[in-house]
């Protein structure tokens, strides 16, 4: 969980992704090789000229010496690639840029200018060798800026115009956002969690699931084999699990390494594996008895970007995690020594129904300056080292879709797109995700809309042909809405889930109690066909427990329910069965409480509240003239007096 993801792009290091696999008919003839796939990262309208680069994540123009200039991500700069460039007028050239000037002994590595290798017909091709030799060191690690330019600094102003980029990089054998290979088939057992089309199922694929969860991320920071010392409390991971089993949650979402300081995982200082403490394992087993005694489905989230951040680490052990990122080898031996074991000591657990490989990844890129070709190397590799092991599903918790769909206004790009995870694998068809899950906050909602009233195809902007459910959102949900018709309106709109950050209220976002309130009012919305509760006048109070978000009973006998205002939508009514008289309807708004509202209609024991007449009331009453429209309700009240007892209660559609 983040406060806020940065929504104006820093000067450098923009990227734009394409908005998927685009096939160019290529104007210049390729170069021989592997097959070549264009992805068109900027497309002009013929006739616009260089003032209008709308599609550009980043633009400069200097009136004094007309330079404009588009910034793209180095990561499209693979072997055996090439930059094309359409263009009328003067040939552009392309500027490589490093803010150190390191590992670039040609020009000192700041500035330096490349002319394209060929150029015909209109279209200018710089390829991957010549870039290299330009940039005059055997990688681009220390590359910050590849931009494309109307004309060359320092000359006379030119006159170009930029209708199309294009990066053609080596081909791979799975298209763009098709469902992953399979990995070994299961271990049998009917509560394995699987995956067929965009749905996940248990019971060997005959039982569709959705996951109605949370985040239990920790309950003390780094709990498993932390080096801080023993911070694993069963007792208290056994009780929540078994709140959480009772109230109707079945998954959670935990943090199995929290930070690089505190997490079990220990890494030499050039990023390669070094050890793992002695009680992880122990902590983790006892996790897995606890998930598969309360029937809790477990996602496991590996690492965070917290791993690669300073915060108080006094050992600045974050500068391994780093060094790991930067380094092939080191990815691999961090894969071998810690993700390899832990998958194949629990990838016959059905309860690990999941593993995240990390949690909002977005922020390494976008706060710590940790390049997305390597962060996605790592989880790309880890990817494909599970899938061809286990038939645990793989995800990667992003923060929000802006870095998870296509590049489209405040959107830039898919960074978990198949065709590019596999590229940074050697092409490996296992090195991708299994479903999506990403994060959702109230802020994101003005820049990337909000998902719950969305399809995941209209959300994303792309064809989903995987399941997809929500990472995280807030327990207590954005104003206007309620965890309960988050939940309620996934489900309806086809998503596969929603994992509410937190059960244990880690942070403002809620805890347990808007949980539990949360997740009893989806019950509540879902079950409309059943009794919302059925019992006894001796009974009731106990019997409203499993149901209610709260019950009471005052000194005069009252019998008292409350339920969340979802329940009850346009055109819909309560129905309430009772003897003697009948209850009463409150109905609570931003701190006041209305009149009782009569019901709509009395037959034989039978009373009949409807949303129209409860909505005609609310405005008629001169007591609420505070009042505006249902959204500003928050709570309706049913309170039965001494005199009638309530046997049965149904919400109506």
């Not at 880890?382 to 802006?402: E, F």
């Not at 109230?442 to 399809?455: D, K, V």
């Amino acid at each position: 969980m983040k406060k806020a993801l940065k929504i104006v792009v820093a000067l450098s290091l923009a990227l734009v992704l394409a908005l998927g696999l685009v096939a160019l008919t290529p104007p210049v003839q390729a170069s021989t090789g592997p097959a070549l796939v264009d992805h068109v990262v900027l497309n002009v309208p013929a006739g616009v000229t260089r003032s209008a680069y709308q599609p550009l994540r980043f633009m400069s123009w200097n009136d004094a010496t007309t330079e404009h200039h588009a910034v793209f991500e180095r990561s499209w700069l693979r072997p055996g690639s090439e930059l094309l460039i359409e263009f009328t007028g003067d040939t552009p050239s392309i500027l490589l840029f490093s803010h150190d000037g390191v590992n670039a002994p040609a020009q000192n590595g700041w500035n330096i200018f490349v002319a394209p290798d060929r150029v015909a017909n209109g279209v200018a091709a710089f390829g991957y060798d010549s870039i290299l030799a330009a940039w005059g060191a055997q990688t681009f690690v220390h590359l910050d800026e590849l931009s494309v330019l109307t004309r060359v600094w320092g000359n006379a102003p030119g006159s170009v115009t930029v209708r199309r980029v294009t990066f053609r990089t080596p081909a791979v054998d799975v298209p763009n956002n098709t469902p992953p290979p399979p990995g070994p088939s299961p271990t049998p057992d009917a509560r394995r969690v699987t995956i067929s089309g965009t749905n996940f199922y248990v019971n060997f694929g005959q039982e569709e699931i959705f996951f109605v969860g949370g985040n239990t991320p920790w309950n003390n920071f780094n709990d498993f084999g932390s080096q801080w010392g023993n911070r694993f409390e069963y007792e208290w991971w056994d009780d929540h699990f078994r709140q959480l089993n009772e109230m109707g949650v079945n998954s959670t979402r935990v943090w199995i390494t929290c930070d690089a300081w505190g997490g079990a995982v220990i890494l030499n200082r050039d990023g390669t594996f070094n050890s793992i403490t002695p009680s992880f394992f122990d902590d983790v087993d006892a996790l897995f008895r606890i998930a598969e005694r309360h029937e809790i489905y477990i996602m496991a989230t590996m690492m965070s970007f917290d791993h690669v951040r300073q915060n108080a680490d006094p050992h600045r052990s974050y500068l391994n995690w780093r060094a790991m990122l930067r380094c092939t080898d080191a990815i691999n031996s961090v894969i071998n020594g810690y993700i390899i074991p832990f998958v194949d000591r629990y990838k016959h657990n059905p309860f690990l129904w999941s593993i995240d490989l990390c949690n909002e990844p977005d922020w390494m890129y976008e706060e710590d300056g940790v390049p997305w070709e390597n962060i996605m190397e790592f989880m790309a590799r880890s990817a494909a080292a599970i899938r061809q092991r286990s038939d645990v599903p793989v995800t990667v918790g992003m923060a929000s879709v802006k870095y998870h769909g296509p590049a489209n206004g405040d959107r830039v790009g898919n960074m978990l797109d198949d065709a590019f995870m596999i590229s940074l694998a050697d092409g490996n068809p296992y090195a991708v995700v299994d479903f999506y899950s990403p994060h959702h906050y109230a802020w994101m909602t003005p820049w990337f809309n909000r998902p719950f009233e969305m399809t995941p195809e209209d959300f994303f902007g792309m064809p989903i042909r995987r399941p997809v459910l929500i990472g995280e959102a807030p327990a207590l949900s954005e104003t206007g809405s309620t965890l309960a018709l988050d939940y309620y309106n996934l489900l309806q709109n086809g998503w596969t889930g929603l994992l509410a950050w937190s059960t244990n209220g880690v942070d403002t976002s809620g805890g347990f109690n808007e949980v539990q309130e949360g997740v009893l009012g989806f019950f509540a919305m879902i079950n409309n066909s059943t009794p919302i509760w059925a019992g006894s006048r001796a009974t009731s109070l106990d019997m409203w427990a499993n149901h209610l978000s709260e019950r009471n009973a005052d000194e005069a006998g009252l019998g008292f329910a409350e339920f969340d205002r979802h329940a009850l939508n346009a055109g819909g009514s309560i129905r309430i069965e009772h003897t003697g008289a009948a209850p009463n309807l409150i109905v609570r708004y931003w701190g006041y409480t209305s009149q009782p509202i009569p019901p709509s209609s009395i037959s034989n024991g039978v009373a009949v509240y409807t949303y129209a007449d409860i909505v005609a009331v609310m405005r008629s009453a001169s007591v609420n003239a505070s009042w505006a429209n249902w959204t500003d309700v928050f709570a309706l009240h049913l309170v039965s007096s001494a005199a009638g007892t309530v046997t049965r209660i149904d919400f109506l559609q």
